[in-house]
């Protein structure tokens, strides 16, 4: 009897927790889909790729937008430090993945030329740093 | 006479003199691998990069793939 009555608020309890896990999941980890905002500011060309591996801002970007970069912007240095092999430093590992990111830029998109100048990405291959793979 | 020997004789000697130091300048030329060692240096550098650089991108197109949300 005692085992019953404790059983449903323990059940909800638990299914709170289940609940907010399953949120987080869903939101949190890094291999999920790009959110949406970040996508649209991409599109937008308000951001774009460096070749330094981070996202940069083309143009004065709104605090949303600035949040969103940040964010981004910590997880890739957090993924490049957890990432980096043995023998690389960090920014190596950054400047060959940054290197790949501005390959992979779709046309319209932003992305810095080696001598600083953003460049929207077209139909032919970017202009990257010699080094690039 | 005997200035103009002497004279003879001092020219011999720097006539040596100088054929050692041109010998010893011809030495250090072929063991001086240090004069082109700029060019050297950043073509090592250069190849030393480059193998870094295909040496990550495995593993750099392997983060991208695995970290889809921030890239």
């Known amino acids: 009897m005692m085992n019953k009555r404790?059983?449903?608020?323990a059940g909800l309890a638990m299914a709170a927790v289940a609940a907010t896990a399953a949120v987080t999941l869903a939101v949190s980890p890094a291999n999920a889909q790009r959110d949406p905002a970040y996508e649209a500011a991409r599109t937008a060309g308000q951001?774009?790729?460096?070749?330094d591996g981070y996202l940069g801002f083309v143009s004065t970007p709104?605090?949303?937008v600035r949040d969103i970069v940040n964010d981004i912007n910590i997880k890739r240095k957090?993924?490049?430090t957890s990432g980096?092999?043995?023998g690389s430093t960090v920014e190596q590992f950054a400047f060959v993945t940054g290197c790949?990111?501005?390959a992979k830029t779709k046309p319209g998109e932003k992305y810095?030329?080696?001598d600083g100048t953003w460049r929207t990405r077209d139909a032919g291959a970017p202009v990257r740093d010699s080094r690039c793979p | 006479m005997k200035i103009s020997t002497k004279a003879a004789r001092r020219r011999a000697i720097g006539g040596r003199c100088l054929a050692a130091m041109t010998g010893a300048a011809a030495l250090a030329g072929c063991v001086q691998i240090e004069t082109p060692d700029k060019p050297i240096e950043i073509n090592l550098n250069i190849n030393i990069r480059q193998e870094i650089v295909y040496r990550l991108d495995g593993d750099a197109k392997k983060l991208i793939e695995e970290n889809s949300g921030i890239f």
């Open chain 1, 112 to 114: 810095k030329a080696p």
């Open chain 1, 6 to 9: 404790m059983w449903k608020p």
């Open chain 1, 62 to 64: 709104t605090p949303a």
């Open chain 1, 78 to 80: 957090a993924a490049y």
């Open chain 1, 100 to 102: 790949n990111l501005i």
């Open chain 1, 84 to 86: 980096a092999p043995q």
């Open chain 1, 47 to 51: 951001i774009g790729e460096q070749p």
